[in-house]
């Protein structure tokens, strides 16, 4: 499976925008970069994912660099809800199929 | 909007014990994952089911079986309980992932197993 690389942890203050960098120097052609997040005892949640273009949802944006080697998850402003261990996850049929593989993710801590 | 509905939330048993977690996706989602999330690590994946057959495999152990019924829900049986198959089991659903295209995964909230 292509791995991802990200920060172990990562720190914001209330209302301040976070980007959140992930490496994934061997992704493949067909791989979506996919975003998840998971607040502590809660299952983990769906954030953000693309494939070559950057992306905007209401949650988050997306900026996908133009190799794809690596890729941002930005909250615009975070809020106290936003701390939580967020997940880099590249997901293609011709390397793991639709699973998901969890890696390490960031924790980010938001400082009111 | 309906969430994924994961039963039961909590579930006590002694090593050796069978036990069954049940898994209800969001309507008209025919995709089911299974991940297990031990104590302090992050979710393993186990097992999927697309159109009641299944899809992929990961690291399921072979006391662990699952399956998908007609009306799309999935339960996984655990045989032979272990102290280390204490953990957090997450069920997500997702549409069809037919087409190439894959779709999003939504969580249910879980069912926390201890084996004493």
């Known amino acids: 499976d292509a791995k991802t690389t990200q920060p172990n942890s990562m720190e914001s203050n209330e209302e301040e925008p976070v980007h959140l960098p992930c490496n994934h120097s061997?992704?493949?052609?067909?791989?979506?970069i996919h975003w998840y997040r998971q607040l502590p005892s809660q299952g983990p949640e769906y954030v953000i994912h693309g494939l070559t273009s950057n992306v905007n949802n209401r949650m988050a944006s997306l900026a996908i660099a133009e190799d794809r080697k690596s890729s941002t998850l930005i909250l615009h402003r975070a809020t106290l809800r936003d701390a939580a261990v967020y997940y880099c996850i590249l997901v293609g049929w011709e390397t793991s199929g639709s699973r998901l593989t969890f890696g390490e993710g960031t924790q980010l801590t938001v400082n009111p | 909007a309906a969430g994924v509905i994961q039963s039961p939330r909590h579930l006590i048993k002694e090593k050796r014990e069978t036990a069954t977690l049940k898994c209800y996706p969001i309507?008209?989602?025919?995709?089911v994952y299974w991940y297990q999330q031990g104590p302090g690590q992050d979710p393993q994946f186990l097992i999927s089911f697309y159109e009641k057959m299944q899809s992929d495999k990961g690291s399921i152990p072979d006391r662990f079986s699952a399956q998908q019924f007609s009306d799309y829900h999935s339960e996984l049986n655990m045989s032979s309980l272990e102290l280390g198959d204490s953990a957090l089991y997450f069920c997500a659903s997702s549409p069809a992932t037919a087409g190439g295209f894959i779709y999003e995964q939504y969580f249910g909230p879980g069912t926390r197993l201890t084996v004493t």
């Open positions: 309507p008209r989602h025919d995709t």
């Open positions: 061997t992704i493949s052609g067909t791989d979506y």
